[in-house]
């Protein structure tokens, strides 16, 4: 498993007291199983544990279709200064498609109590906002990009990788270099263009 996505960025850009659900977007730079979400937080006073979603995006950037809820991180988890928090779940993620992780406090916030997630105010390429509900996600460019860390399992590329079957002859036609090798077809070479034709019999 590895940090197949990041921005490690941890200042202090606000808290979640004035919208219930945050998120973040990213675009995905190769193929991987997701497996756990990092982000950095810090609360206070006593929120209610943290709800965290993958959603790809609409047109707009903005999450649009839930694509898996992953693990509650636990209130009691979380301290006053900002530390990396895990939360897990499995997904097959596609290179070129963008993703949002959303939060979510599972209890009421206030002034406090609250949660802050943090980010940078000078970051760019990375859409992030919040609202109030699922439907009409709002950008607020002050304030700024969301701190996280994408673990997965590279998707190694499967180009190429059919194997030959190996009970037909190779011997008429194709030299006997074109037989398997695992996990590739290679050297199909023909002899003097020959082309290969099937004898019929019995008519």
Not at 13 to 41: C, E, R
Not at 97 to 104: A, E, G, L, N, P
Not at 189 to 196: A, C, G
Request: positive net charge; aromatic residues 10%; hydrophobic residues 30%.
């Amino acid at each position: 498993m590895v940090i197949t996505e990041q921005n490690n960025s941890t200042e202090n850009i606000g808290y979640n007291d004035d919208y219930i659900y945050y998120f973040t977007s990213f675009a995905a730079t190769q193929n991987y199983t997701l497996t756990k979400i990092t982000l950095p937080l810090l609360k206070q006073g006593s929120p209610g544990d943290l709800e965290v979603y993958l959603y790809t995006t609409n047109s707009n950037g903005y999450p649009s279709t839930q694509i898996i809820k992953l693990t509650d991180i636990t209130a009691a988890s979380v301290g006053t200064t900002f530390n990396w928090h895990d939360s897990t779940g499995t997904t097959n993620i596609v290179t070129g498609t963008r993703y949002s992780i959303v939060i979510k406090p599972t209890a009421p916030i206030g002034n406090p109590p609250r949660y802050a997630w943090g980010g940078n105010y000078e970051s760019i390429g990375i859409l992030s906002g919040n609202s109030n509900d699922l439907v009409t996600f709002q950008e607020k460019a002050n304030r700024g990009t969301r701190g996280f860390r994408i673990h997965g399992t590279i998707i190694a590329s499967t180009k190429g990788e059919k194997e030959l079957r190996t009970k037909f002859p190779v011997t008429k036609g194709l030299n006997a270099r074109s037989q398997k090798q695992t996990g590739r077809i290679t050297n199909l070479v023909p002899q003097e263009s020959k082309v290969l034709q099937r004898n019929k019999s019995g008519i």
